[in-house]
């Protein structure tokens, strides 16, 4: 059960560094726009926030990416503890886009569910 939740909690830390790409580098190009659904206005107008959001993706993958690391390291303790960390931040983030922003729903399915069922998963996998 371990090493799924953290098969789970490491592809989507690779999903939150794509989306650190989209948000903190491609934010204007054509087809990060059509992705978020904004107009070459809004994006130009959203591009220093969108920079920063992108590195709080960067972040809490990085949190996971590391403590995967740890865990593969036998540090159990400090490795499931950021996992955790960063994967429960990003199933967090995603349940606050579901339910503020019905329009969004689909993107926080995206970018909340393997983090949520990774989640679970270490837990279940500590637990037992």
């Given at each position: 059960?371990?090493?799924?939740?953290?098969?789970?909690?490491?592809?989507?830390?690779?999903?939150?560094?794509?989306?650190?790409?989209?948000?903190?580098?491609?934010?204007?190009?054509?087809?990060?726009?059509?992705?978020?659904?904004?107009?070459?206005?809004?994006?130009?107008?959203?591009?220093s926030?969108?920079?920063?959001q992108?590195?709080?993706?960067?972040?809490?993958?990085?949190?996971?990416?590391?403590?995967?690391?740890?865990?593969?390291?036998?540090?159990?303790?400090?490795?499931?503890?950021?996992?955790?960390?960063?994967?429960?931040?990003?199933?967090?983030?995603?349940?606050?886009?579901?339910?503020?922003?019905?329009?969004?729903?689909?993107?926080?399915?995206?970018?909340?569910?393997?983090?949520?069922?990774?989640?679970?998963?270490?837990?279940?996998?500590?637990?037992?």
């Amino acid at each position: 059960m371990l090493i799924a939740g953290l098969v789970l909690t490491g592809v989507a830390a690779l999903i939150h560094v794509y989306i650190f790409f989209l948000e903190s580098f491609a934010w204007t190009r054509p087809g990060t726009r059509a992705t978020f659904g904004t107009t070459q206005e809004e994006a130009e107008a959203t591009r220093s926030m969108a920079f920063n959001q992108g590195f709080y993706n960067l972040f809490l993958a990085i949190l996971v990416a590391l403590g995967i690391v740890l865990v593969a390291v036998g540090r159990l303790d400090v490795g499931a503890t950021l996992v955790l960390a960063g994967a429960g931040s990003m199933a967090s983030a995603a349940l606050v886009l579901f339910v503020t922003s019905p329009n969004n729903r689909g993107a926080a399915l995206k970018q909340g569910l393997l983090p949520a069922l990774g989640v679970l998963a270490v837990i279940l996998a500590l637990a037992l």
